[in-house]
Protein backbone atom coordinates (compact mmCIF):
# COMPACT_ATOMS: atom_id res chain seq x y z
CA UNK A 1 0.00 0.00 0.00
CA UNK A 2 1.17 3.36 -0.62
CA UNK A 3 0.92 6.47 1.62
CA UNK A 4 -0.67 9.12 -0.03
CA UNK A 5 -0.08 12.87 0.07
CA UNK A 6 -2.05 14.53 2.45
CA UNK A 7 -2.58 18.06 4.37
CA UNK A 8 -4.85 18.91 7.30
CA UNK A 9 -6.92 22.28 7.68
CA UNK A 10 -9.47 23.23 10.52
CA UNK A 11 -12.28 25.69 11.32
CA UNK A 12 -14.03 26.43 14.38
CA UNK A 13 -15.96 23.41 13.68
CA UNK A 14 -14.58 21.62 11.37
CA UNK A 15 -11.13 19.33 10.13
CA UNK A 16 -10.72 19.49 6.71
CA UNK A 17 -8.57 16.43 5.59
CA UNK A 18 -7.05 16.84 1.57
CA UNK A 19 -5.67 13.55 0.17
CA UNK A 20 -4.07 13.13 -3.50
CA UNK A 21 -4.59 9.83 -4.72
CA UNK A 22 -4.25 9.97 -8.40
CA UNK A 23 -4.46 6.40 -8.71
CA UNK A 24 -7.18 5.46 -6.40
CA UNK A 25 -9.87 3.47 -7.05
CA UNK A 26 -12.62 6.27 -6.45
CA UNK A 27 -15.93 3.81 -6.48
CA UNK A 28 -13.90 1.44 -3.92
CA UNK A 29 -12.77 4.21 -1.48
CA UNK A 30 -13.38 3.70 2.18
CA UNK A 31 -13.31 6.77 5.12
CA UNK A 32 -13.81 5.26 8.74
CA UNK A 33 -14.06 7.75 11.31
CA UNK A 34 -13.58 7.03 15.08
CA UNK A 35 -13.12 9.75 17.47
CA UNK A 36 -9.55 10.66 17.42
CA UNK A 37 -8.69 7.82 14.46
CA UNK A 38 -9.26 8.43 10.75
CA UNK A 39 -8.60 5.59 8.13
CA UNK A 40 -8.71 6.13 4.44
CA UNK A 41 -8.23 3.49 1.80
CA UNK A 42 -8.77 3.36 -1.98
CA UNK A 43 -6.14 1.19 -3.46
CA UNK A 44 -3.53 0.79 -3.80
CA UNK A 45 -3.33 4.02 -0.97
CA UNK A 46 -3.93 3.71 2.60
CA UNK A 47 -4.13 6.49 5.12
CA UNK A 48 -4.07 6.46 9.22
CA UNK A 49 -3.89 9.65 11.13
CA UNK A 50 -4.09 10.11 14.49
CA UNK A 51 -6.02 12.87 15.34
CA UNK A 52 -5.12 15.65 18.43
CA UNK A 53 -9.26 15.83 19.09
CA UNK A 54 -12.17 14.19 18.51
CA UNK A 55 -14.07 14.31 15.29
CA UNK A 56 -17.44 12.63 14.23
CA UNK A 57 -19.49 12.23 10.97
CA UNK A 58 -23.27 14.21 11.09
CA UNK A 59 -24.93 15.60 8.62
CA UNK A 60 -23.38 18.21 8.02
CA UNK A 61 -20.13 16.32 7.20
CA UNK A 62 -19.36 15.96 3.24
CA UNK A 63 -16.73 14.11 1.10
CA UNK A 64 -15.69 14.96 -2.86
CA UNK A 65 -13.07 13.95 -5.15
CA UNK A 66 -11.35 16.51 -8.36
CA UNK A 67 -11.07 14.78 -10.76
CA UNK A 68 -8.68 17.48 -12.48
CA UNK A 69 -6.49 17.85 -9.01
CA UNK A 70 -6.71 14.31 -8.30
CA UNK A 71 -7.38 15.25 -4.68
CA UNK A 72 -10.06 13.76 -2.10
CA UNK A 73 -12.00 16.29 0.29
CA UNK A 74 -13.08 15.41 3.67
CA UNK A 75 -15.00 17.81 5.67
CA UNK A 76 -15.78 16.67 9.46
CA UNK A 77 -17.33 17.87 12.20
CA UNK A 78 -15.30 18.27 15.68
CA UNK A 79 -17.05 16.49 18.70
CA UNK A 80 -16.22 19.73 20.64
CA UNK A 81 -16.96 22.69 18.21
CA UNK A 82 -14.38 25.82 18.95
CA UNK A 83 -11.47 23.28 19.88
CA UNK A 84 -8.21 24.10 18.63
CA UNK A 85 -6.17 21.32 16.79
CA UNK A 86 -2.36 21.94 17.31
CA UNK A 87 -0.05 21.61 14.28
CA UNK A 88 -1.72 20.42 12.00
CA UNK A 89 1.28 21.55 9.25
CA UNK A 90 3.68 18.78 11.41
CA UNK A 91 2.34 15.50 8.88
CA UNK A 92 4.52 12.93 10.86
CA UNK A 93 2.80 13.40 14.34
CA UNK A 94 -0.84 12.23 13.28
CA UNK A 95 0.67 9.21 11.39
CA UNK A 96 0.08 6.02 13.10
CA UNK A 97 3.41 4.92 14.72
CA UNK A 98 5.63 2.24 13.93
CA UNK A 99 7.34 0.32 16.34
CA UNK A 100 11.01 0.27 16.02
CA UNK A 101 13.84 -2.16 16.98
CA UNK A 102 16.48 0.89 17.53
CA UNK A 103 14.03 2.93 19.14
CA UNK A 104 12.61 0.29 21.86
CA UNK A 105 15.01 -2.36 23.31
CA UNK A 106 13.39 -5.38 23.77
CA UNK A 107 15.04 -5.75 27.07
CA UNK A 108 13.38 -3.17 29.03
CA UNK A 109 9.83 -3.31 30.33
CA UNK A 110 8.04 -0.37 30.49
CA UNK A 111 6.28 -0.33 33.68
CA UNK A 112 4.60 3.30 33.47
CA UNK A 113 3.40 4.58 30.12
CA UNK A 114 4.00 7.77 31.12
CA UNK A 115 7.63 7.28 31.34
CA UNK A 116 8.81 9.70 28.31
CA UNK A 117 5.64 12.16 28.65
CA UNK A 118 5.80 15.15 31.16
CA UNK A 119 7.14 14.32 34.30
CA UNK A 120 10.22 13.38 32.10
CA UNK A 121 9.94 16.82 30.25
CA UNK A 122 10.05 19.09 33.52
CA UNK A 123 13.85 18.09 34.04
CA UNK A 124 14.74 19.76 31.01
CA UNK A 125 15.46 22.89 31.90
CA UNK A 126 18.26 25.76 32.01
CA UNK A 127 19.93 24.03 34.62
CA UNK A 128 20.27 20.39 33.62
CA UNK A 129 21.61 21.53 29.66
CA UNK A 130 24.42 22.85 32.11
CA UNK A 131 25.23 20.07 34.37
CA UNK A 132 27.99 17.91 33.45
CA UNK A 133 26.90 14.04 32.15
CA UNK A 134 27.72 11.38 34.60
CA UNK A 135 31.17 9.53 34.19
CA UNK A 136 29.13 6.48 32.81
CA UNK A 137 27.50 8.28 29.73
CA UNK A 138 31.26 9.80 29.25
CA UNK A 139 32.53 6.04 28.77
CA UNK A 140 29.29 5.37 26.40
CA UNK A 141 30.51 3.77 23.01
CA UNK A 142 27.28 4.58 21.49
CA UNK A 143 26.49 7.56 19.01
CA UNK A 144 23.72 8.55 16.13
CA UNK A 145 20.37 10.31 17.38
CA UNK A 146 20.30 10.51 21.03
CA UNK A 147 23.45 7.82 21.41
CA UNK A 148 20.96 5.20 20.07
CA UNK A 149 23.34 3.59 18.23
CA UNK A 150 26.04 0.74 18.66
CA UNK A 151 28.66 -1.41 16.72
CA UNK A 152 26.61 -0.07 13.33
CA UNK A 153 29.79 0.18 11.53
CA UNK A 154 31.34 -3.37 11.02
CA UNK A 155 29.95 -3.49 7.55
CA UNK A 156 30.49 0.27 6.51
CA UNK A 157 33.10 1.02 3.28
CA UNK A 158 36.17 2.83 3.87
CA UNK A 159 34.18 5.45 1.79
CA UNK A 160 32.15 6.34 4.88
CA UNK A 161 35.27 7.75 6.71
CA UNK A 162 36.47 9.98 4.22
CA UNK A 163 33.20 12.25 5.43
CA UNK A 164 34.42 11.71 9.70
CA UNK A 165 37.18 12.32 11.16
CA UNK A 166 36.35 9.14 13.22
CA UNK A 167 38.36 6.01 12.86
CA UNK A 168 37.06 3.35 15.51
CA UNK A 169 33.14 4.88 16.51
CA UNK A 170 32.22 1.51 17.82
CA UNK A 171 35.65 1.48 20.08
CA UNK A 172 36.05 4.61 21.32
CA UNK A 173 33.82 6.14 24.24
CA UNK A 174 32.59 9.86 24.21
CA UNK A 175 35.38 11.10 26.57
CA UNK A 176 38.28 10.28 24.14
CA UNK A 177 36.10 11.15 20.98
CA UNK A 178 35.92 14.81 22.84
CA UNK A 179 40.07 14.68 24.11
CA UNK A 180 40.64 13.77 20.38
CA UNK A 181 38.45 16.46 18.21
CA UNK A 182 39.50 19.06 20.45
CA UNK A 183 43.51 18.13 20.16
CA UNK A 184 43.31 17.79 16.40
CA UNK A 185 41.05 21.65 16.13
CA UNK A 186 43.98 23.07 18.02
CA UNK A 187 46.79 21.44 15.34
CA UNK A 188 44.24 22.59 12.19
CA UNK A 189 44.02 25.80 13.52
CA UNK A 190 45.58 28.40 11.02
CA UNK A 191 46.91 31.74 12.59
CA UNK A 192 47.76 33.38 9.16
CA UNK A 193 44.21 32.48 8.04
CA UNK A 194 42.35 33.54 11.38
CA UNK A 195 44.80 37.01 11.18
CA UNK A 196 44.30 37.50 7.46
CA UNK A 197 40.09 37.43 7.84
CA UNK A 198 40.58 40.00 10.72
CA UNK A 199 43.42 42.65 9.52
CA UNK A 200 42.02 42.95 6.04
CA UNK A 201 38.75 41.56 5.61
CA UNK A 202 37.21 40.00 2.83
CA UNK A 203 35.22 42.03 -0.35
CA UNK A 204 32.13 40.24 0.90
CA UNK A 205 32.52 39.56 4.35
CA UNK A 206 30.56 42.62 4.87
CA UNK A 207 28.01 41.36 2.73
CA UNK A 208 27.48 38.34 4.55
CA UNK A 209 26.90 40.02 7.88
CA UNK A 210 24.29 41.98 6.52
CA UNK A 211 22.40 38.98 4.71
CA UNK A 212 19.07 38.53 6.50
CA UNK A 213 18.37 34.86 5.73
CA UNK A 214 14.87 33.04 5.29
CA UNK A 215 14.30 32.04 9.50
CA UNK A 216 14.05 36.46 10.31
CA UNK A 217 10.91 35.84 7.88
CA UNK A 218 7.36 36.18 9.42
CA UNK A 219 5.51 33.27 8.72
CA UNK A 220 7.11 29.13 7.80
CA UNK A 221 5.59 26.93 5.54
CA UNK A 222 6.52 23.09 4.29
CA UNK A 223 7.08 23.06 0.94
CA UNK A 224 5.34 20.28 -1.53
CA UNK A 225 9.02 18.45 -1.33
CA UNK A 226 9.44 18.80 2.43
CA UNK A 227 6.23 16.94 2.84
CA UNK A 228 6.62 14.17 0.45
CA UNK A 229 9.89 13.42 2.31
CA UNK A 230 7.97 13.46 5.94
CA UNK A 231 5.19 11.15 4.76
CA UNK A 232 8.40 8.82 3.73
CA UNK A 233 9.26 8.95 7.24
CA UNK A 234 6.08 7.66 8.83
CA UNK A 235 6.23 8.27 12.48
CA UNK A 236 7.82 6.22 15.65
CA UNK A 237 7.91 6.18 19.26
CA UNK A 238 10.98 7.20 21.25
CA UNK A 239 11.63 5.80 24.58
CA UNK A 240 14.68 8.55 25.83
CA UNK A 241 16.29 8.84 28.87
CA UNK A 242 16.55 12.78 30.43
CA UNK A 243 20.03 12.38 29.65
CA UNK A 244 19.55 10.78 25.92
CA UNK A 245 17.23 13.97 25.66
CA UNK A 246 19.80 16.67 26.68
CA UNK A 247 22.57 15.08 24.12
CA UNK A 248 19.62 15.01 21.29
CA UNK A 249 19.34 18.87 22.14
CA UNK A 250 22.44 20.16 22.02
CA UNK A 251 23.51 18.23 18.99
CA UNK A 252 20.65 19.89 17.62
CA UNK A 253 22.42 23.19 18.66
CA UNK A 254 25.44 21.80 16.81
CA UNK A 255 24.18 20.81 13.37
CA UNK A 256 21.89 23.82 13.67
CA UNK A 257 25.10 26.17 13.64
CA UNK A 258 26.75 24.60 10.79
CA UNK A 259 23.53 24.52 8.87
CA UNK A 260 22.99 28.37 9.58
CA UNK A 261 26.83 29.21 8.61
CA UNK A 262 26.54 27.30 5.56
CA UNK A 263 22.99 28.96 4.06
CA UNK A 264 24.10 32.51 5.48
CA UNK A 265 27.79 32.54 4.06
CA UNK A 266 26.15 31.44 0.55
CA UNK A 267 23.49 34.07 0.52
CA UNK A 268 20.62 32.02 1.63
CA UNK A 269 21.50 29.71 -1.41
CA UNK A 270 23.19 26.07 -1.41
CA UNK A 271 25.83 24.56 -3.43
CA UNK A 272 27.78 21.30 -4.08
CA UNK A 273 30.01 22.36 -0.84
CA UNK A 274 27.23 22.93 1.10
CA UNK A 275 26.98 19.06 2.21
CA UNK A 276 30.99 19.18 3.26
CA UNK A 277 30.19 22.73 5.14
CA UNK A 278 27.72 21.23 6.93
CA UNK A 279 29.16 17.95 7.96
CA UNK A 280 33.09 19.37 8.33
CA UNK A 281 31.47 21.96 10.68
CA UNK A 282 28.81 20.14 13.12
CA UNK A 283 31.39 17.61 15.30
CA UNK A 284 27.75 15.65 15.83
CA UNK A 285 28.29 14.93 12.27
CA UNK A 286 31.94 14.70 11.99
CA UNK A 287 33.28 12.94 14.98
CA UNK A 288 30.00 11.43 16.74
CA UNK A 289 30.25 13.87 19.69
CA UNK A 290 27.85 14.17 22.56
CA UNK A 291 28.05 16.83 24.54
CA UNK A 292 28.21 17.48 28.12
CA UNK A 293 26.92 20.80 28.58
CA UNK A 294 25.40 24.21 26.37
CA UNK A 295 28.54 26.58 26.60
CA UNK A 296 30.69 23.34 25.55
CA UNK A 297 28.52 23.10 22.50
CA UNK A 298 28.45 26.65 21.64
CA UNK A 299 32.86 26.86 22.07
CA UNK A 300 33.04 23.51 19.73
CA UNK A 301 30.70 25.16 17.29
CA UNK A 302 32.69 28.48 17.45
CA UNK A 303 36.25 26.99 17.25
CA UNK A 304 35.13 25.07 14.20
CA UNK A 305 34.19 27.98 12.32
CA UNK A 306 37.34 29.46 12.73
CA UNK A 307 39.34 26.47 11.90
CA UNK A 308 37.58 24.90 8.87
CA UNK A 309 35.76 27.33 6.63
CA UNK A 310 36.57 29.92 4.28
CA UNK A 311 35.37 32.94 6.14
CA UNK A 312 36.75 32.53 9.73
CA UNK A 313 36.12 35.91 11.20
CA UNK A 314 35.02 36.12 15.28
CA UNK A 315 31.97 38.29 14.21
CA UNK A 316 30.85 36.12 11.60
CA UNK A 317 30.69 33.50 14.04
CA UNK A 318 29.12 35.32 16.70
CA UNK A 319 26.64 36.11 14.64
CA UNK A 320 25.84 32.85 13.59
CA UNK A 321 24.73 31.88 17.10
CA UNK A 322 21.85 34.26 16.92
CA UNK A 323 20.67 33.08 13.45
CA UNK A 324 20.65 29.91 15.60
CA UNK A 325 18.74 31.00 17.96
CA UNK A 326 16.37 32.76 15.78
CA UNK A 327 15.36 29.10 14.49
CA UNK A 328 14.68 27.85 18.25
CA UNK A 329 12.76 30.69 18.36
CA UNK A 330 10.67 30.53 15.59
CA UNK A 331 9.83 27.01 16.79
CA UNK A 332 9.66 23.65 15.49
CA UNK A 333 8.44 24.18 11.63
CA UNK A 334 11.43 26.51 10.81
CA UNK A 335 13.74 23.56 12.72
CA UNK A 336 12.30 20.92 10.39
CA UNK A 337 12.58 23.46 7.13
CA UNK A 338 16.41 23.38 8.02
CA UNK A 339 16.64 19.56 8.85
CA UNK A 340 14.88 18.77 5.54
CA UNK A 341 17.22 20.88 3.55
CA UNK A 342 19.82 19.22 5.45
CA UNK A 343 18.59 15.65 4.46
CA UNK A 344 18.02 16.57 0.88
CA UNK A 345 21.64 18.05 0.68
CA UNK A 346 23.26 14.56 2.02
CA UNK A 347 21.21 12.00 0.21
CA UNK A 348 22.50 13.97 -2.75
CA UNK A 349 25.74 13.58 -1.28
CA UNK A 350 27.25 10.29 -1.31
CA UNK A 351 27.95 8.70 1.37
CA UNK A 352 26.50 11.43 3.00
CA UNK A 353 23.19 9.74 2.92
CA UNK A 354 24.17 7.65 6.21
CA UNK A 355 24.08 10.37 8.32
CA UNK A 356 20.29 10.94 7.27
CA UNK A 357 20.31 7.56 8.30
CA UNK A 358 22.15 8.09 11.92
CA UNK A 359 20.90 11.69 12.80
CA UNK A 360 18.61 13.50 10.79
CA UNK A 361 15.77 11.27 10.20
CA UNK A 362 15.06 10.92 13.72
CA UNK A 363 15.66 14.59 14.35
CA UNK A 364 12.91 15.30 11.88
CA UNK A 365 10.27 12.65 13.28
CA UNK A 366 11.40 13.35 17.19
CA UNK A 367 10.81 17.04 17.24
CA UNK A 368 7.52 17.01 16.31
CA UNK A 369 6.98 15.61 19.73
CA UNK A 370 8.79 18.07 21.47
CA UNK A 371 7.01 20.62 23.28
CA UNK A 372 7.60 24.12 22.87
CA UNK A 373 9.07 24.10 26.14
CA UNK A 374 12.35 22.51 24.62
CA UNK A 375 12.62 25.50 22.47
CA UNK A 376 12.31 27.95 24.64
CA UNK A 377 14.46 26.49 26.97
CA UNK A 378 17.13 26.65 24.48
CA UNK A 379 16.33 30.55 23.53
CA UNK A 380 17.24 31.57 27.25
CA UNK A 381 20.15 29.72 27.31
CA UNK A 382 21.97 31.87 24.04
CA UNK A 383 20.08 34.94 26.10
CA UNK A 384 22.50 33.87 28.83
CA UNK A 385 25.53 32.46 27.16
CA UNK A 386 28.70 34.67 27.06
CA UNK A 387 31.25 33.24 25.03
CA UNK A 388 35.04 33.76 25.80
CA UNK A 389 37.56 33.36 23.37
CA UNK A 390 40.50 31.59 26.09
CA UNK A 391 37.81 29.05 26.57
CA UNK A 392 38.48 28.05 22.55
CA UNK A 393 42.26 27.23 23.33
CA UNK A 394 42.91 28.50 20.17
CA UNK A 395 45.03 31.82 21.71
CA UNK A 396 42.92 34.21 19.78
CA UNK A 397 43.42 37.04 22.43
CA UNK A 398 47.70 37.09 21.93
CA UNK A 399 47.21 36.59 18.54
CA UNK A 400 44.95 39.46 17.81
CA UNK A 401 47.22 41.55 20.81
CA UNK A 402 50.66 40.77 18.39
CA UNK A 403 48.87 41.55 15.21
CA UNK A 404 47.73 45.07 16.56
CA UNK A 405 50.72 45.88 18.02
CA UNK A 406 52.46 44.84 14.71
CA UNK A 407 49.72 47.08 12.51
CA UNK A 408 50.68 50.36 15.06
CA UNK A 409 54.97 49.28 13.98
CA UNK A 410 53.75 49.81 10.85
CA UNK A 411 51.61 52.57 10.99
CA UNK A 412 54.78 54.20 12.70
CA UNK A 413 57.35 52.91 10.67
CA UNK A 414 55.38 55.08 7.62
CA UNK A 415 54.70 57.98 9.48
CA UNK A 416 58.62 58.31 9.88
CA UNK A 417 59.29 57.20 6.30
CA UNK A 418 56.72 59.68 5.32
CA UNK A 419 58.11 62.43 7.40
CA UNK A 420 61.81 61.67 6.18
CA UNK A 421 60.21 61.76 2.49
CA UNK A 422 59.29 65.26 3.24
CA UNK A 423 62.35 66.07 4.58
CA UNK A 424 64.32 64.73 1.99
CA UNK A 425 61.86 66.59 -0.55
CA UNK A 426 62.28 69.81 1.72
CA UNK A 427 66.33 69.56 1.94
CA UNK A 428 66.10 68.89 -2.25
CA UNK A 429 64.04 71.83 -2.71
CA UNK A 430 66.63 74.01 -0.43
CA UNK A 431 69.51 73.11 -2.70
CA UNK A 432 67.31 73.93 -5.98
CA UNK A 433 67.21 76.89 -4.23
CA UNK A 434 70.52 77.70 -3.36
CA UNK A 435 72.02 76.76 -6.91
CA UNK A 436 69.40 78.54 -9.05
CA UNK A 437 70.21 81.65 -6.34
CA UNK A 438 73.96 80.71 -7.15
CA UNK A 439 73.30 80.42 -10.74
CA UNK A 440 71.74 83.67 -10.53
CA UNK A 441 74.89 85.65 -8.99
CA UNK A 442 77.12 84.26 -11.68
CA UNK A 443 74.37 85.43 -14.45
CA UNK A 444 74.42 89.05 -12.92
CA UNK A 445 78.13 89.26 -12.32
CA UNK A 446 78.57 88.58 -16.41
CA UNK A 447 76.50 91.66 -17.18
CA UNK A 448 78.54 93.77 -14.71
CA UNK A 449 81.89 93.03 -16.85
CA UNK A 450 79.90 93.41 -20.01
CA UNK A 451 78.61 96.74 -19.37
CA UNK A 452 82.28 97.86 -17.76
CA UNK A 453 83.58 96.98 -20.90
Not at 10 to 20: A, C, E, F, G, S
Not at 39 to 45: D, L, N, R, V
Not at 87 to 99: G, H, Q, V
Not at 241 to 267: E, G, H, P, Q
Request: proline fraction near 3%.
Amino acid sequence: MLTPNFELNQTDDYLIIKIKARFANVNETEVDVNGTQVTFHSSPYYLRLNLPGEVEETDSSSGSYDWDSYVFTFTLNKVNPGEHFPDLNLINKFLAPTKNSRTINPSIEVLNENYHDDDDDSVIDCDFLQNPVSDENINCMKYGFANQTQNGFNNFSDEFFEIIEIKDPDNLNLGKRKSLQIASEISEFSDDHYLADLMTEPDELKDILNFKPFWYDATFTLNDSHTDILKSFGNKEYLLSNDDKKSALLSLVDIMYAYCYCIRTNFGEENSESPWTINKLSSTLSWFRSFETFDETVQSCIRRSLCYPLYRHWDLSILVLSDVRKVFENGCVCLLTCLLDIYKLFNLSEPRYVLNQLYIKDYCIWIQQLKSTHFDTLVKLFDENKVNKGLLQLDLEELEVAAMSVEEDLEILKSELAQNDNSNSLESKLEKLQISSSESSLDSDDDEEESSE
